[in-house]
């Protein structure tokens, strides 16, 4: 028995394979049929395979807006990224494995066998959906999956690429002919082809056969290839967009790390600016005290020569009047010591007279005038006693170099004294 394998790349409608809205060429009667192998939700898978280097990524981010809140929304509004990718396989056509027949059947264990080991045989594309339909003309299976890369130098550690998947299985675009997508989906249908033969199918390579698909199968078969051949346009040109992102994002880098620099060198040049500005301002400050400390010791300085000018004066004034005084106390001094003498030398004569007048009425009246004058001298001497001590009082009141003027006279006349008692 020998069957013909299709392998197309599907439009990859969740709400088509699960039946949440009907086609025109599905019997709803037979959707209760279908078969759900795998079905899990695609947000909830992003966050299985990108969350971690989605969080290593922008933590290296310096700028806010070159992080990735999600990066499902992010490929969501890509026009060179799909969120998930999706393959359609048939086994045999309606008219040699229809709906309800043993064949149909058979191929529908095909089916979930192929599933069963895809995952194993491609790693780096992780399924989400594998929806078999049994409630269209021929059993076919609906397989969508997300492809992924670790290790990528450039953007997210690990991120979706179909190109990148296919290529860590060895497939490399040879041209429009030979694709990535197309020598994956060889290599898949010789690994189908192996299954069949263990339900005693072969396959049948025929270019005919789609001459058996219906007209809508045959329409999203050849829609398949246009999509395909478009599809690996846009590879093509995601990776000059992936080359061109990463020559802006190093230009940026680059420009950041020379802001980073200048920043650096303006803050350093402005805290140079502000240590002088302020090292200026304390010069002045401290120039200012010292011209007002200058003037207050000018000042001060003045007010002392005023002071020591008028000292002096007060001291020459004083100085005159202790010679004055002075002068006046040796004159009355001598005066004083003149009337002493006097006054002994009229006592002694008086003595004297009246040893000899005694009886002498003449002498008896010398006697008397010389009493007489006796007394007017002593009254001399006292007035010269009461102006002596008046220049006495009037010197204590004057202080030279720690000693009134008194103190000084007493220890000038004391000199005379010695002198005059050397000179006898």
């Keep these: 028995m020998e069957r013909t394998i299709s392998f197309m790349n599907g439009e990859g409608s969740i709400g088509h394979n699960t039946r949440r809205f009907i086609a025109d060429n599905v019997d709803a ?8 192998l795998i079905h899990e939700d695609i947000k909830q898978a992003y966050h299985k395979l990108f969350d971690k280097a989605l969080k290593e990524y ?11 809140k999600s990066y499902y929304d992010k490929i969501s509004r890509s026009k060179q990224e799909k969120l998930f990718y999706e393959v359609i396989v048939q086994i045999g056509n309606r008219d040699d494995t229809g709906v309800g027949s043993s064949s149909a059947e058979v191929a529908t264990w095909v089916l979930k066998d192929y599933v069963k080991k895809f995952q194993l045989r491609n790693p780096q594309l992780y399924v989400i959906g594998a929806y078999i339909h049994l409630d269209e003309e021929t059993p076919h299976l609906h397989l969508n999956f997300i492809p992924w890369v670790s290790g990528c ?49 072969d396959w049948k390579k025929k270019n005919t056969h789609n001459q058996h698909l219906s ?9 398949a290839k246009e999509v395909a051949v478009l599809e690996e346009e846009l590879e093509g040109a995601q990776v000059v967009l992936e080359l061109k992102e990463e020559q802006i994002e190093s230009l940026e880098k680059e420009i950041e790390s020379k802001r980073e620099c200048f920043r650096k060198e303006q803050s350093e040049a402005q805290k140079k600016l502000d240590d002088t500005i302020a090292e200026n301002q304390k010069l002045q400050s401290e120039t200012m005290d ?32 202790a010679d004055k005084w002075m002068m006046i106390s040796d004159t009355a001094k001598l005066q004083t010591e003149r009337a002493e003498f006097e006054l002994e030398e009229a ?9 000899a007048v005694d009886g002498d009425d003449y002498l008896k009246e010398q006697v008397i005038e010389l009493r007489y004058q006796n007394q ?5 001497n006292r007035s010269l006693k009461e102006k002596l001590e008046k220049a006495y009082e009037f010197m204590r009141q004057f202080v030279i170099g720690g000693i009134n003027l008194l103190e000084k006279f007493m220890e000038w006349l004391g000199e005379k004294v010695k002198d005059v008692g050397r000179g006898r």
Excluded: C, P
């Design 29 to 36: 009667s037979r959707t209760k049929n279908n078969i759900t």
């Design 58 to 68: 922008n933590a290296k981010q310096k700028r806010k807006d070159r992080q990735i």
């Design 153 to 201: 130098k450039r953007g997210l550690a690990t991120k979706t690429s179909l190109k990148a998947a296919h290529a860590t299985r060895g497939f490399a675009s040879e041209g429009k002919g030979n694709t990535e997508w197309k020598q994956w989906a060889e290599t898949e249908k010789d690994d189908i082809a192996l299954i069949m033969r263990r339900y005693g199918i």
């Design 215 to 223: 007209v809508l199968d045959y329409k999203k078969q050849e829609r």
């Design 290 to 321: 010292l011209r007002l400390k200058n003037s207050e010791l000018r000042l001060e300085y003045y007010e002392n020569v005023d002071k020591l000018t008028d000292k002096q004066k007060e001291i020459e004034a004083a100085q005159k009047e």
């Design 347 to 355: 006592e002694r004569l008086k003595k004297e007279l009246l040893r």
């Design 376 to 380: 007017i001298l002593r009254e001399e």
